[in-house]
């Protein structure tokens, strides 16, 4: 017999240190807004595939939404503190994760870091246990000296900061967020779900576009940051190339009204259609001929993630975290930001030459199984919720054999 072949990363199974007593490992997960969004799906992926078994997870959102209401129907427990007061904020989650006696506290988003540190902070100074603080930094935004120094202030009392990428590694660094240890764990994909997922065969009928056109979709909140001005700057000169085109532009947001009117000014509306929200994404993105994202900056980009899970050809800005996940010409295109000749060039390319978009899909797919599963995101996270219970519950984390 020839020797095995390699362990599929994504199936390896990690040891983990065994719980005296058989009590659970008890996460509280803080959100900052229940609105739908990058870090949203992020932890949705997180909380419905841990071990509940061994981790008791819950989740605090410091806002209502949809993001909130899909947990809850997916069984996750849900309370939100909707009080825009952060004292008071503070207050209320201290309450809670005394009563629930978290063993882990993990924060999602900048006023969740703020108020989920806080939280665990006053626990401590009252006398209680204080429960181990971990933050994900989600976003490349640019805060505000003030809010900077808050973070720079806090960081300290932190026990473990979570980058998405290596680009936010070096956000945290030029934001002198230095006093407390830094984590790599990339976003994961459900390969399982993107594998088997049918494309939405009704978009033509449902937004009247000509049967048989090519369609370029963008998935992405409407937010100045995403890029969608240069796409739709772009999409004069794909229409030029490519006529039957139509871009489709999938989210929800403040720029919307805005947007909108630029594609009137720029005489593309007939061949561009703003969906709204959509709970049938997947589908949606496996119905692209192109997805696009364009943004001005960019932690890691999820959604392409998904696209190239669902072996759809991508184009992308040269931002972030995004070529930390694409190689140009090999598993996408990159482009500069800003840059609506290039984005139209690249956009065209792919939809006229369907074996090279064909190509770079089939190697994005392999590479997003190789590198960006769910599995090994979910295992790195709990790594460091299985270190978190060992250093607030010494007495009750027996350290795995080997």
Not at 80 to 105: F, K, M, Q, T, Y
Not at 158 to 170: F, G, N
Request: charged share 25%; net charge negative.
């Amino acid at each position: 017999m020839g020797a095995p072949g390699p362990l599929d990363p994504c199936l390896e199974i990690v040891e983990r240190p065994s719980l005296a007593g058989g009590r659970r490992i008890r996460v509280v997960q803080v959100l900052a807004t229940g609105t739908n969004g990058g870090a949203q799906e992020h932890l949705y992926g997180l909380v419905t595939r841990m071990d509940r078994e061994r981790y008791d997870v819950s989740v605090v959102s410091l806002s209502p939404g949809s993001a909130v209401r899909k947990l809850q129907r997916a069984g996750i427990p849900v309370l939100v503190i909707d009080e825009p007061d952060d004292a008071i904020a503070v207050g209320a989650l201290a309450a809670h994760l005394s009563e629930v006696r978290a063993d882990v506290v993990h924060n999602h988003m900048f006023r969740a870091e703020t108020v989920g540190t806080r939280a665990a902070i006053a626990l401590g100074e009252i006398g209680h246990r204080r429960p181990y603080v971990v933050s994900t930094v989600h976003s490349s935004r640019i805060r505000s000296e003030a809010d900077r120094q808050h973070l720079r202030d806090l960081t300290p009392h932190m026990d473990q900061l979570i980058a998405v990428s290596r680009a936010i590694e070096h956000k945290l660094v030029d934001e002198e967020r230095v006093h407390a240890p830094v984590r790599l764990v990339y976003n994961g994909v459900d390969l399982e779900r993107y594998d088997h997922q049918e494309a939405c065969c009704t978009l033509p009928e449902e937004y009247g576009m000509e049967e048989g056109s090519q369609i370029v979709g963008v998935v992405a909140r409407l937010e100045p940051e995403k890029g969608h001005p240069t796409l739709l700057e772009a999409w004069p000169q794909v229409l030029r190339e490519v006529p039957d085109a139509y871009l489709l532009i999938v989210g929800e947001g403040s720029r919307r009204e805005t947007l909108e009117a630029q594609a009137r000014d720029l005489r593309i509306a007939h061949r561009v259609v703003f969906t709204g929200r959509r709970d049938d994404v997947p589908a949606v993105t496996a119905a692209l001929d192109v997805a696009v994202l364009p943004s001005y900056r960019e932690a890691q980009g999820l959604s392409i993630l998904e696209a190239m899970a669902l072996s759809r050809p991508v184009v992308a800005s040269d931002v972030g975290g995004i070529p930390e996940m694409i190689t140009d010409g090999v598993t996408g295109l990159l482009v500069p930001p800003h840059d609506a000749d290039a984005l139209a060039r690249a956009i065209t390319r792919l939809l006229r030459d369907h074996p090279f978009a064909d190509t770079i899909a089939r190697a994005a797919h392999d590479m997003v199984h190789d590198r960006f599963c769910i599995e090994l995101m979910v295992s790195a996270i709990q790594t460091v919720y299985d270190e978190g219970a060992a250093a607030v519950r010494p007495s009750e984390v027996v350290a795995a054999a080997g």
